[in-house]
């Protein structure tokens, strides 16, 4: 249980364009979604909070009109990166807590999505 | 905002040897998770932890929350245990989001 998706593994665009990148909770609901950011052999930073229904939250120096994040239904979150840039590349990784049903805010990580802006 | 640290960030051992990692913070934390991540990227949850003991397998844990510290031990290390070990924590209300230490690069030799 508790099993988290993102499509896709893997994407290469050109510079300027955007790319949309989803993450689904496959066996739960999940009413808080995370998006992290992970750059070659550094350690994960979040990006954003998005909760079910309401306007995501942005950490500090996150540009919230770089990174649009969706969170439509209890079971899919979208991060579309706008106007990508080279120094956009990076290691996308999205998570979710089971809170509805489980007492514990573990976090579940979905397989993450590697972006390469050329 | 918290702060979290990880000892030491590199290890290497012979395989059949015992590891113990370390993930120090600096406030009273809502969550603690220990994370696996594999080569291809992919977080495996190893233990769920703000507080006490957990053994699964060769894998333990204790968290002393008290003094803000956590530690996994691996024992009997075989080659597949290798990768990186990331501990991170959570200090708010239950729904934001984690810091992460900058992880332990564990090499298991054969």
């Known amino acids: 249980g508790a099993v988290v998706s993102q499509h896709p593994s893997w994407v290469i665009c050109k510079s300027g364009t955007s790319v949309k990148i989803e993450c689904r909770s496959l066996d739960f609901q999940a009413t808080t979604m995370f998006w992290y950011r992970q750059f070659p052999k550094q350690s994960l930073m979040l990006m954003a909070t998005s909760n079910e229904g309401s306007k995501a939250t942005y950490e500090q120096g996150v540009e919230k009109d770089k990174f649009l994040i969706n969170h439509a239904s209890l079971t899919l979150s979208t991060l579309t990166v706008t106007s990508a840039h080279p120094e956009d590349s990076s290691f996308y990784i999205c998570s979710a807590n089971n809170r509805l049903a489980e007492s514990t805010d573990t976090q579940y990580f979905g397989p993450g999505t590697r972006l390469t802006v050329l | 905002g918290i702060q979290v640290e990880q000892s030491p960030p590199d290890l290497i051992l012979q395989e059949g040897a015992n590891s113990t990692l370390r993930c120090n913070f600096s406030d009273s934390v809502n969550n603690l998770q220990w994370f696996h991540q594999n080569p291809w990227g992919q977080l495996i949850n190893l233990f769920y932890i703000p507080s006490g003991t957990k053994q699964n397998g060769r894998l333990s844990a204790t968290t002393v929350a008290t003094e803000r510290y956590s530690l996994l031990y691996i024992s009997s290390s075989q080659t597949t245990d290798s990768g990186v070990y990331f501990c991170?924590?959570?200090?708010?209300?239950?729904?934001?989001?984690?810091?992460f230490g900058k992880g332990t690069h564990l090499i298991i030799q054969p």
């Open positions: 991170a924590v959570e200090s708010g209300g239950g729904a934001d989001g984690l810091t």
